[in-house]
C-alpha cells in the first residue's frame, strides 16, 4: 500500500499570503489528522478530519481551518500568514480515527 | 500537556540494544502506550504500541510494567539508522471521541555511535 502522500513538499511564502496544503491518506484510511512542529513548540495537533466532518480541533487560531473530500483526501489552509507560521507541517491518517496513525513526510513552510 | 516522561537524550553504541524509558504516572487503565521515531526533519515514524502485555515485532520491543506507570522501548541491535527522536505517547482509548489526536512530549534523542 501506498504511505500518506503530502503536497508539496517545500514551500515559500510572504506574510499576510494564504497558503493551502494537501494530504492523500492511505487507501481505506478515513481519519485524518494534521499537526505543526516548530522547534519551540515541537510537534502540537491542528484538528481531526473523518468522514468529511471535523471531529477535534487543537489550540490554533481561527486562520488555521482545514477540510476532507469524499474519497478522504485533506486541505489545511493557512491564511494571513504569519512569519510563526513557519513550520514542518504533519499529516497522519488511521482507519477511523482510534487506531494507529501513519504520519506523511510533511511540507515544509517558510514564511518570510 | 503530555502524559509521558522522557529523558532528552541518550547515547548507544552500534550493535547493542537500546534501552529507552518512559514514565507514565497517571495513565489511566485503558489508556495505551505508543512510541513512534522522527529521523530528522521526516515524519514520525510508528514503531510499536502496548496496553498491558509486552510487546514484539520487526522493529522492537516494548516493556510495561505491571503498574504500567513506565515502560521501555527495546532496539535489540541498534544501527546508526536508528539514531531519531523517539517518543513515548499515551493515547486515549480506542472508542474515546479524542483518539484522532496524539499529544506529543519533547522525545529523547537517541544517538547511537559506531
Known amino acids: 500500500k501506498a504511505g500518506v502522500t503530502q503536497t508539496p513538499r517545500y514551500l515559500i511564502k510572504t506574510r499576510g499570503q494564504q497558503v493551502t496544503l494537501s494530504c492523500s491518506p492511505i487507501?481505506?484510511?478515513?481519519?485524518v489528522s494534521w499537526y505543526q512542529q516548530t522547534p519551540g513548540q515541537g510537534l502540537q495537533f491542528l484538528f481531526e478530519?473523518?468522514?468529511?466532518?471535523?471531529?477535534n480541533k487543537g489550540n490554533f487560531p481561527g486562520r488555521f481551518s482545514g477540510r476532507q473530500f469524499s474519497n478522504s483526501r485533506s486541505e489545511m489552509n493557512v491564511s494571513t500568514l504569519e512569519l510563526g507560521d513557519s513550520a514542518l507541517y504533519l499529516c497522519?491518517?488511521?482507519?477511523?480515527?482510534?487506531?494507529?496513525?501513519?504520519f506523511g513526510p510533511g511540507t515544509r513552510l517558510l514564511v518570510l | 500537556d503530555a502524559k509521558t516522561t522522557q529523558p532528552p537524550s541518550m547515547d548507544c553504541a552500534e550493535g547493542r540494544a537500546a534501552n529507552l524509558p518512559c514514565n507514565h504516572s497517571?495513565?489511566?487503565?485503558?489508556?495505551?502506550v505508543y512510541w513512534y521515531r522522527q529521523i530528522h526533519s521526516q515524519g514520525p515514524q510508528y514503531i510499536i504500541h502496548?496496553?498491558?502485555n509486552n510487546e514484539t515485532n520487526e522493529m522492537a520491543s516494548l516493556i510495561i510494567t505491571e503498574d504500567r506507570k513506565s515502560s521501555t522501548l527495546i532496539l535489540p541491535h541498534a544501527t546508526l539508522r536508528d539514531t531519531a527522536v523517539y517518543y513515548c505517547?499515551?493515547?486515549?482509548?480506542?472508542?474515546?471521541?479524542?483518539?484522532?489526536?496524539?499529544?506529543f512530549g519533547q522525545g529523547t534523542t537517541l544517538q547511537v555511535k559506531p
Open positions: 497517571t495513565i489511566s487503565g485503558n489508556e495505551y
Open positions: 502496548g496496553l498491558k
Open positions: 478530519y473523518f468522514s468529511e466532518t471535523q471531529r
Open positions: 487507501s481505506g484510511h478515513r481519519s
Open positions: 505517547i499515551v493515547r486515549l482509548p480506542h472508542g474515546s471521541s479524542n483518539t484522532g489526536k496524539l499529544i
Open positions: 497522519a491518517s488511521s482507519l477511523k480515527g482510534q487506531e494507529t496513525q501513519y
